[in-house]
């Protein structure tokens, strides 16, 4: 049973994101649904990317539903989920 | 100025990012009671980082976070390091708990951050009792306060609008944080219906020695703004005690009269305040 | 093509439209042809001008390929007229029709429907939400879609840009002698100010009523001398769809902060004194700006003119209180303002002309003091999209957004600065509707923009202590919050035109890439 872990919400100006340990060596894969998506859609990517990268977490599988999140909010709510997912120590 | 200060639920990200369009002077990110127990850390982090990347213009920051009990210094380690001005310390009883976690918060400080200082807030009998030790138990406090709700909730008593029940903590709260030399902030207004009650309980505040109060919705602040503008009755007041205070200074005269009233030091200063709010408000010209 | 005075390159032909001039400025195209006529009828005494239904109209006229249907959108999102025009016209098997309504809303969906089975090749609107707008962005309709301002479809139908062959006219109470009017009957909509000009010029006239009365209905907002033919149906239109119980101001305290500043704006204008004239939106920041407009007016005892609009409850409650001597109405709202045509003498219904027609002997909107408008995007150059989201997706149109502007004496743009995380200020936009040099002030949550040309605006706003920004100073911030968007890549078929209020194209719609 492989670690899962979820955080935000559908809300106006939130992200739900679910996040789900990978398979060791099948890299971060994002699957993104946004209301933003043709002008944010690349950057939305990119930033939760840079939270792995920043928790050095390699494998995982993400699931992220947007409805018009801030950057902050997006790496806000990748980081309490990837701590909910065990994959971040706590503080 | 703490003329207002907006509370905003840590966990909302639409409320977090635009608390600093209101105007307010004050705003309070949540961590606590706006917070649902299984959020708390998704409030942290999102607190964490909008105080980094949002601008909240004017306003002074403050954070409350959770009490000890309730993982109030993980709260601190997050977040004191993001810069926020003012930590608000909930369910305070006494003065070891401020100073525990105002050496909490030292230790969270980056090196050569800005000094964050702390709120108490007394909620219970006892922290009211105790309100004084708390106010100089540290020189981190920088502001005390009255929480009506669960006050009131630990008594057993009906809160109302009209505050009869709360008057005498109430009270005491600005007693003490006078003596102390440290702000109050009084208690919200529950009702964001009624504009009317709002202005009462504000000007009440005010005449208590309140220096601001919390809002708990945008649509308070205006109001609380309202009731603390000094009035055209005041500034003139404050006009002619300073005009007296300067002449008798040119005439080497110690002793000041206004209105054939003596004019005493405490006088003096509560007109320059009230010179000084006129002429942040744009009420008057700036000397 | 060729490149217009606002930088978009414009085809020199379209289909339907012909030979197009590119907009020039907003009052550089002076009208150089005369009015056209419709044929001229004759009905004598004795005849009778009621049919049994819809399917008797079309036989007794006889509408077939090919023909320009009218429609105004008096019942907004309540109509039933103009879909079930379409159902008995594909019934029959009639193809090729151009559909054009004032404007076409979310319940006229069934249109897509026969788009596709080609009932309907064409569309000619001053706006097309829900389906029908993103079927045209998806290049389901065969011919290029034309949008008109209300007052440049006005001006088109009299000048035979737009010939209307059958003009449906959707009416809550008709005699049996076509009298119409919009106060009477359940389903009443107020005024029928964009149905004056279909009932004035289109070859044939239809009412559609579910309140037949007998011969002569009184007051008469359309007159029988130009009604050709009445039909009695059950269901005409939903009530709650056509008018709100009461307008509600908004709560939203970023929408009352921005209605603040642009109240505090137009007080500092020097245009808020005696004889004050104002127009504005229906909803959200524009009706808060009408009360901050009202305390101060009240506070100050000033005595306004006229407001026109766009009627709601709270305007009629400003012109009840003595605040407006007159209001000019070409369309309603809620049941208090239709209460208040209906009773109110100096409450005047008006057609789309002269409302807001550029080419006449002077329409209302000239007259303005002040007009409050929103806006979906705006560049840096305050030219202002109101046709398309920031997607390129046809969701409305200008309405009487650019006549407004053109006419007003100050226009004040209303809108957040950063809706949820895209920015409403940016340096190039999708589509424009509304050009820059019409467009004075932009106000935000975050504080006000004004166009250089006002140099004298900025010189009163600085003295109110409103938060004043350089215009890209403003872009960089809402860049800075939402961070920097992708432009959004469009096919180059060209699916839609937006003609401006003189007939020349200001802008084009792209084919929306899937």
């Known amino acids: 049973m492989s670690k899962q872990g979820q955080a935000g919400t559908l809300e106006s100006n939130d992200i739900h994101i679910i996040v789900k340990e990978g398979v060791p060596g099948s890299g971060i894969s994002i699957d993104l649904t946004s209301t933003v998506l043709l002008p944010y859609g690349d950057a939305i990517r990119t930033s939760i990317t840079d939270v792995c990268n920043s928790f050095q977490v390699k494998d995982i599988e993400v699931t992220a539903m947007d409805k018009g999140a801030l950057d902050c909010t997006i790496r806000a709510r990748m980081q309490t989920a990837l701590r909910r997912c065990g994959l971040i120590q706590e503080v | 100025m703490r003329r207002s200060l907006l509370f905003l639920p840590g966990n909302n990200p639409g409320n977090v990012q635009s608390g600093g369009l209101f105007g307010a002077d004050a705003v309070v990110l949540d961590l606590e009671d706006a917070v649902a127990p299984a959020e708390k850390d998704a409030a942290r982090d999102l607190v964490a980082a909008a105080l980094q990347t949002v601008d909240y213009g004017m306003c002074e920051k403050f954070v409350r976070i959770n009490s000890l009990d309730h993982n109030g210094a993980r709260d601190i380690r997050v977040i004191v390091p993001c810069g926020p001005d003012v930590i608000l310390l909930p369910k305070i009883e006494s003065p070891a708990e401020v100073v525990e976690q105002v050496k909490l918060i030292k230790a969270a400080e980056r090196p050569g951050q800005k000094p964050v200082v702390v709120m108490a807030v007394m909620e219970t009998p006892i922290g009211v009792v105790r309100a004084y030790d708390i106010a100089i138990s540290d020189p981190r406090v920088t502001a005390i306060s009255l929480g009506a709700e669960d006050y009131t909730a630990t008594m057993g008593l009906t809160r109302t609008k009209e505050g009869q029940e709360i008057f005498v903590p109430r009270a005491t709260i600005a007693n003490i944080a006078s003596a102390a030399g440290v702000d109050c902030i009084d208690t919200p207004f529950t009702d964001v219906n009624d504009p009317e009650g709002l202005l009462a309980d504000t000007l009440l505040a005010k005449s208590l020695g309140y220096q601001g109060k919390v809002a708990i919705n945008p649509r308070q602040i205006d109001t609380i703004h309202q009731a603390y503008a000094p009035t055209e009755t005041e500034i003139r007041w404050a006009q002619r005690v300073v005009e007296a205070v300067e002449e008798g200074k040119r005439k080497g005269s110690g002793v000041v009269a206004v209105g054939g009233k003596m004019i005493d030091p405490p006088v003096v200063a509560r007109a320059s305040r009230t010179i000084d709010m006129a002429i942040a408000l744009h009420l008057v010209e700036g000397a | 093509m060729k490149q217009n005075a606002v930088n978009r390159m414009i085809p020199e032909y379209v289909e339907g439209l012909g030979n197009v001039k590119p907009f020039a400025g907003a009052f550089a195209t ?201 039909v009695k149906m059950d269901y005409i239109g939903n009530p709650g769809g056509i008018v709100s119980g009461t307008t509600k101001l908004t709560k939203d305290p970023i929408q009352l902060k921005i209605a603040s500043y642009a109240a505090k704006a137009i007080a500092a204008s020097g245009l808020l004194k005696d004889g004050f004239s104002f127009q504005t939106g229906a909803g959200g920041a524009s009706l808060a700006v009408a009360a ?223």
């Open chain 3, 292 to 514: 901050y407009l009202r305390t101060i007016m009240k506070k100050r005892d000033i005595k306004g003119s006229f407001v026109m609009g766009g009627i709601t409850g709270y305007l009629v409650q400003m012109y009840e209180e003595g605040l407006f001597r007159t209001i000019f109405d070409v369309q309603d709202f809620d049941l208090d303002a239709i209460r208040s045509l209906r009773e109110n003498r100096t409450h005047v219904e008006v057609g789309a002309n002269l409302y807001a027609s550029p080419y006449n002997s002077g329409c209302i909107v000239n007259q303005l003091d002040c007009v409050v408008l929103g806006a979906t995007e705006m560049d840096t150059d305050f030219n202002v999209n109101v046709i398309t989201g920031s997607d390129g997706v046809i969701m409305s149109g200008s309405g009487g957004h650019s006549d407004a502007a053109a006419g007003a004496k100050m226009t004040v743009i209303t809108a957040n600065l950063v809706r949820s995380r895209l920015p409403t200020l940016k340096r190039t936009i999708q589509t424009i509707t509304t050009p820059g040099e019409t467009i004075d002030v932009f106000v935000t949550e975050y504080g006000i923009a004004v166009n250089p040309r006002r140099q004298d605006l900025l010189e009163k706003f600085k003295a109110s202590g409103l938060p004043l920004w350089d215009i890209h100073d403003l872009a960089a911030l809402a860049e800075k919050v939402c961070g920097k968007p992708k432009s959004i890549p469009m096919d180059d078929r060209i699916v839609g035109v937006v003609e401006y209020r003189d007939g020349t194209v200001i802008d084009v719609i792209h084919k929306s890439k899937s």
């Open chain 3, 30 to 230: 002076p009208p150089d042809m005369r009015r056209q006529g419709p044929p001229v009828k004759c009905v004598q005494p004795g005849q009778t001008k009621v049919l049994e239904n819809l399917e008797e109209v079309f036989r007794r006229i006889p509408i077939v390929d090919g023909m320009t249907l009218g429609f105004h959108h008096h019942f907004r999102n309540g109509d039933g007229v103009l879909n079930q025009v379409l159902d008995v016209a594909a019934k029959l098997g009639i193809k090729d029709l151009t559909v054009a309504a004032s404007a076409i809303l979310p319940v006229h969906a069934p249109i897509v429907d026969h788009i596709r089975s080609g009932v309907v090749t064409g569309l000619d609107a001053a706006a097309m939400a829900g389906e029908v707008g993103k079927a045209v962005s998806a290049g389901l309709l065969p011919k290029t879609a034309v949008f008109r301002t209300h007052g440049g479809r006005a001006r088109a139908i009299e000048c035979g840009q737009l010939h209307i062959d059958v003009a449906f006219i959707a009416a809550p109470a008709a005699d049996t002698y076509g009298n119409l009017n919009g106060t009477d009957g359940e389903t009443a909509c107020g005024s029928l100010g964009y149905a004056f000009l279909d009932a004035e010029y289109a070859d044939h006239v239809v009412a559609v009523t579910n309140h037949l009365v007998p011969y002569p209905l009184a007051p008469v907002s359309i007159s029988q001398d130009r009604v050709d033919y009445v």
